[in-house]
């Protein structure tokens, strides 16, 4: 089992539906990130937060709104999306302030469908 | 700029044959390199890490990899495949004082009976 979870698992929406996805890691990490991965591809980078701040934008569309309300917690709020963006988001985490040698941690990940 | 390059997209092996998955990086400082697995519809899981202690560093489930600065290679091992094995593997760098990775392409294992 995997100590970064996430919420929930499947999710199958429309284009004008508002959905929250949810994430939650008890290491202590300070670093928590939001990875999105279509088939067969590698993780693409979306956001990163340090210490409840976000530090990283990926350049990623509006209709994506990640939000970070302690240090165990990460959300991403999603809205008006396109079919062009079902795949599975991860979310990860790590410790901050270790080095460059920090690995991240993976959650499981949550399969989005847009309809 | 660090990337890393999987020099195979696809390796297949039979159970209880050795496995040699290739990693080569461009780094112009030392990198911190990891090994993940990813199992169909699954987060990914950290074989290893590279953390400049040892060249040769083991992991979980028997892979080991060798950090090779002349070749400027991480090819990943095991000595024996077994059919729980079968995953994509990804090959990723830290760049210096950054947070994000840099996967590489993948390389997907699979196991014959």
């Known amino acids: 089992d995997t100590e970064v979870t996430q919420t929930p698992k499947h999710l199958v929406m429309g284009m004008t539906n508002k959905k929250s996805l949810k994430c939650e890691q008890h290491?202590?990490?300070?670093?928590m990130y939001w990875y999105k991965q279509k088939a067969k591809k590698p993780p693409e980078l979306m956001f990163v937060?340090?210490?409840?701040?976000?530090?990283i934008n990926e350049s990623v569309p509006s209709r994506f709104s990640p939000e970070c309300p302690n240090s165990s917690l990460l959300n991403l709020h999603l809205h008006a999306l396109q079919p062009e963006d079902s795949a599975l988001y991860l979310c990860?985490?790590?410790?901050?302030?270790?080095?460059?040698?920090?690995?991240?941690?993976f959650g499981n990940g949550t399969r989005l469908t847009v309809t | 700029a660090q990337s890393v390059t999987q020099l195979d997209s696809h390796v297949s092996v039979s159970e209880g044959t050795p496995v040699l998955l290739r990693c080569n990086y461009s780094?112009?400082?030392?990198?911190?390199l990891f090994w993940y697995v990813q199992h169909p519809n699954k987060g990914l899981q950290l074989l290893l890490k590279?953390?400049?202690?040892?060249?040769l560093v083991k992991g979980i489930n028997g892979f080991e990899a060798e950090f090779k600065k002349s070749e400027t290679s991480f090819h990943l091992t095991k000595p024996s495949a077994h059919m729980s094995d079968a995953a994509e593997y990804f090959c990723?760098?830290?760049?210096?004082?950054?947070?994000?990775?840099?996967f590489g392409s993948g390389t997907r294992l699979q196991v014959q009976p």
């Open positions: 990860a985490s790590s410790q901050e302030g270790t080095g460059n040698n920090s690995p991240l941690h």
């Open positions: 290491m202590g990490h300070r670093a």
């Open positions: 937060y340090s210490y409840e701040k976000l530090s």
């Open positions: 780094s112009s400082y030392s990198p911190s």
């Open positions: 590279y953390t400049s202690a040892a060249t």
């Open positions: 990723v760098v830290r760049p210096p004082g950054r947070r994000a990775l840099t």
